[in-house]
């Protein structure tokens, strides 16, 4: 059995001992997923692990024996949080709308109402206020409403260091494939989410698009994430979400597009030098993909492809289906 295993099923259990009434034995078996250890023997283990931490009390109802966490430390002490950083708060929940009925967004939304009722009334109808002069703009992106199942399992198979076991549709091939995947982790980028895990069909660490997975199941073979592997390093050449080989190419701004350009942080690895003509020179060492000559295409005719000649002809090709559809 695994330690994460272990504490994925010992925080479940923890959740279940918050409530009032707290629960017997069999409630707390009854809690797990159906894919954990259920066994009265194992949940004894944990409780006994958990009041190492944790001030548990044990008390007869009738005939069962019930267990919960101590009055009083259900609820931390309220964080001494100024009015500005509560209201930095409540503005953030516009940052995870992608994921509106999800439990992560449902967790969310229910930390920032309790930090909502912290604020004097004066303080919230001023962040109501706010609200009408400052507003998030998330641009495009999917929703991940019906997926919510699917983001659970993903979460717990990570938590477990568990193959999953899923049906995936493969839009560059359009057709749906089974894969054995060892999930590292689930990744948000440019609006959409993914998973990061080891493909054993590609034999290679692959991005899954979540709402692509068409079923999903959570098999019994534990995995672990390689010795060395930098799940940083893996997404930080990617401009957006695909990923390809690595290249170094150069661009060039007029005067009038450089001006936007030069004042945002495309890629971690951008190098900018200002031209005294006004024109920008930006040098990026990003992968070479579909997604990046989209990105270079957004500037319109206000960017020059510097070098190199295969970037330069990729885009020229590109242009040239868009004139062609004209």
């Not at 919960?68 to 931390?76: I, P, T």
């Not at 930095?88 to 929940?93: G, I, K, T």
């Not at 319109?300 to 330069?312: L, Y």
Request: glycine share 6%.
């Amino acid at each position: 059995m695994s330690r994460s295993d272990q504490v994925t099923r010992q925080w479940l259990l923890l959740q279940r001992l918050e409530g009032p009434r707290g629960a017997t034995l069999q409630e707390l078996a009854a809690c797990l997923p159906e894919d954990m250890t259920r066994h009265p023997r194992t949940v004894r283990r944990d409780l006994e692990a958990l009041e190492v931490h944790f001030p548990l009390i044990v008390e007869r109802s009738g005939p069962a024996t019930r267990w919960r966490v101590m009055d009083g430390y259900r609820h931390l002490p309220r964080l001494a949080f100024s009015a500005t950083e509560l209201m930095a708060l409540v503005f953030s929940r516009d940052l995870l709308k992608p994921l509106q009925g999800t439990s992560l967004k449902a967790s969310l939304d229910s930390a920032l109402n309790k930090a909502e009722a912290t604020l004097p009334r004066d303080a919230l109808n001023y962040i109501r206020q706010m609200q009408g002069y400052f507003s998030v703009g998330l641009g495009p992106h999917r929703v991940y409403r019906q997926h919510q199942q699917t983001i659970d399992q993903l979460m717990r198979a990570i938590g477990q260091t568990r193959t999953i076991q899923m049906r995936y549709y493969s839009a560059s091939r359009d057709r749906v494939t089974r894969r054995n995947v060892d999930p590292y982790r689930l990744w948000y980028s440019v609006g959409a989410l993914y998973l990061i895990g080891y493909c054993h069909v590609r034999k290679d660490v692959r991005l899954f698009a979540v709402e692509r997975i068409r079923s999903l199941n959570i098999s019994s073979r534990p995995c672990q994430m390689p010795l060395g592997f930098d799940l940083e390093a893996y997404v930080r050449d990617a401009l957006g979400a695909m990923r390809g080989p690595l290249i170094e190419i150069e661009l060039l701004f007029n005067r009038a597009t450089a001006a936007w350009v030069q004042d945002q942080t495309w890629h971690s690895s951008q190098r900018l030098t200002a031209l005294k003509d006004g024109r920008l020179r930006m040098v990026l060492e990003v992968s070479d993909t579909q997604e990046l000559v989209g990105w270079i295409l957004h500037f319109g005719a206000g960017v020059q492809v510097v070098r190199p000649d295969s970037m330069r002809d990729k885009v020229r090709d590109e242009t040239e289906k868009i004139l062609s559809n004209l």
